[in-house]
C-alpha cells in the first residue's frame, strides 16, 4: 500500500522568507509524486509532478521539489514566499502499478501562513 | 483550457433525500474519481472509475453510488443524505498512471445536509 506523510499541518513564515514543506512517501514500486495547492473554497491545482525523469522538478508561481529515493522524501521549496501563497498545500502518490494502480493517494495536508 | 465541472458550487439538501452530483470532463479522460475533503481528515476517495459502467468502490463508499454511463461523465449519489455527509466534494479525471498524468479536480462542490 502507499501512503504519504505531511510532517507539519501548519507551516508559517514571513514574506521574502524560503518556504519548505515536507513530505515523505511509502510505495511498493516506483511512485508518481504530485504536489497541489488548494485556495479557499476552490479544488485542488497542480503545482508541479515527478514522473520518473528530472529528479528536481520546477513548477508553477516558482516553487520546486526534489525527489530523494534514499529519504523517501518530496519536499517543496520556494526560496521567498509571497502572500499569494497563502494556501493548503498537498503531496500525493500515485502508483503506475500494483495494488494501488492509478489511485493518487494524498497526504493531509500543510497550511502555509505567510506573514507581511 | 481542459475542465473538470462540477455542476453545483453550494448545495443544502434535506436529510433523507437522494442526491446527485455532476461531474463533467472535457479532456476524453479514462479515469475519474470522487473524493470527500473534511478538515483534519484530508481527502479521501468516496468512488473511482477506469472506464464506461465502470467503476470501483474507494476507501469510503458506504451511503454513496456512482453512475457512469457516458465517459465524459461521473455522477456522485448520495442515495439517503446524511448530516454526516455535509462536506466538500470533490471530482478529478486523469489519463491513465503509465502517461505520467496527474490529477485535474474541479471547483468542488460544498454540500450541507440539514
Known amino acids: 500500500a502507499q501512503s504519504v506523510t505531511q510532517l507539519g499541518s501548519h507551516v508559517s513564515v514571513s514574506e521574502g522568507a524560503l518556504v519548505l514543506l515536507r513530505c515523505n512517501y511509502s510505495?511498493?514500486?516506483?511512485?508518481?509524486l504530485f504536489w497541489y495547492v488548494q485556495y479557499p473554497n476552490q479544488g485542488l491545482q497542480l503545482l508541479l509532478k515527478?514522473?520518473?525523469?528530472?529528479?528536481l522538478v520546477k513548477g508553477i508561481n516558482g516553487f520546486e521539489a526534489e525527489f530523494k529515493k534514499s529519504e523517501t522524501s518530496f519536499h517543496l521549496t520556494k526560496p521567498s514566499a509571497h502572500m499569494s501563497d497563502a494556501a493548503e498545500y498537498f503531496c500525493a502518490v500515485r502508483n503506475a502499478g500494483g495494488t494501488s494502480y492509478g489511485k493518487l493517494t494524498f497526504g493531509q495536508g500543510t497550511i502555509l501562513t505567510v506573514h507581511p | 483550457d481542459v475542465k473538470v465541472t462540477q455542476s453545483s458550487r453550494y448545495l443544502v439538501k434535506r436529510t433523507g433525500e437522494k442526491v446527485f452530483l455532476e461531474c463533467v470532463q472535457d479532456?476524453?479522460?479514462?479515469?475519474m474519481f470522487w473524493y470527500r475533503q473534511d478538515p483534519g481528515l484530508g481527502l479521501r476517495l468516496i468512488y473511482f472509475s477506469y472506464d464506461v459502467k465502470m467503476k470501483e468502490k474507494g476507501d469510503i463508499p458506504e451511503g454513496y453510488s456512482v453512475s457512469r454511463e457516458k465517459k465524459e461523465r461521473f455522477s456522485l449519489i448520495l442515495e439517503s443524505a446524511s448530516t454526516n455527509q455535509t462536506s466538500m466534494y470533490l471530482c478529478?479525471?486523469?489519463?491513465?498512471?503509465?502517461?505520467?498524468?496527474?490529477?485535474?479536480f474541479g471547483s468542488g462542490t460544498r454540500l450541507t445536509v440539514v
Open positions: 515527478y514522473t520518473s525523469a528530472a529528479t
Open positions: 478529478a479525471s486523469s489519463l491513465p498512471p503509465g502517461q505520467g498524468g496527474g490529477y485535474t
Open positions: 510505495s511498493s514500486v516506483p511512485p508518481y
Open positions: 479532456m476524453d479522460h479514462e479515469n
